[in-house]
């Protein structure tokens, strides 16, 4: 069973995120948060597979900043309404210079 967190501070963007999940038939159990106070209690004491995260306001950068000090080898996909580089993230060159597996 795969473990999954989605921050995003939109309920329906999560819903809509988990339907498009569900369709793809894999056993995995959720875990949606929409505040980062939320986020900062919850992730600590639990192991993700995968976190997306909504990168298109304050607290979603926040997060990805936080795995970038703390724990880089999680892995994290980045959900936006907006087109912006996370360029300007610490330690994006170790991202880009790490093969996909």
Do not use: R, W
Not at 54 to 59: E, P, R, V
Request: glycine letters at 0%; proline letters at 3%.
């Amino acid at each position: 069973m795969y473990k999954i967190l989605i921050y995003d501070n939109n309920k329906k963007d999560v819903d809509y995120f988990c339907e498009l999940l569900n369709n793809i038939h894999i056993d995995f159990e959720i875990d949606k948060l929409s505040h980062y106070d939320d986020f900062m209690e919850i992730y600590p004491h639990h192991l993700y597979d995968i976190v997306f995260i909504d990168f298109s306001d304050k607290n979603g950068k926040k997060i990805l900043s936080h795995f970038q000090k703390n724990n880089p080898k999680q892995k994290v996909a980045l959900l936006s309404d907006s087109f912006e580089c996370v360029e300007n993230m610490e330690n994006c060159e170790m991202c880009k210079d790490t093969p996909y597996k």
